[in-house]
């Protein structure tokens, strides 16, 4: 989904109703994108430590996705994302 905002060189102002109506596509585009990072955050971490896709799947179904919050899940990824660097000597910084 892509939110196209047209430029007019008018300095017409938006309606009351025309502009809770763009609040609200952007709260939901936000939203929308937050859901998609913190579901791709799962499947990175499950598949870090599951090699099975059906183990995979459960792990990230029944204690990745219910039971960690998003700052620890980014902790996680922090953390894998060292263990990476280190594996291949690459210089990854936060």
Do not use: H
């Amino acid at each position: 989904m892509s939110i196209q905002i047209k430029k007019t060189k008018s300095k017409k102002k938006l309606s009351q109703d025309d502009y809770r109506l763009f609040v609200y596509l952007i709260r939901g585009t936000v939203i929308n994108a937050c859901i998609s990072l913190e579901i791709m955050m799962d499947l990175y971490i499950s598949e870090k430590f599951c090699l099975d896709n059906d183990k995979v799947n459960e792990l990230s179904s029944f204690i990745v996705t219910p039971r960690i919050t998003w700052s620890q899940k980014l902790e996680v990824i922090k953390l894998l994302i060292i263990v990476v660097r280190q594996k291949y000597k690459t210089a990854i910084t936060f």
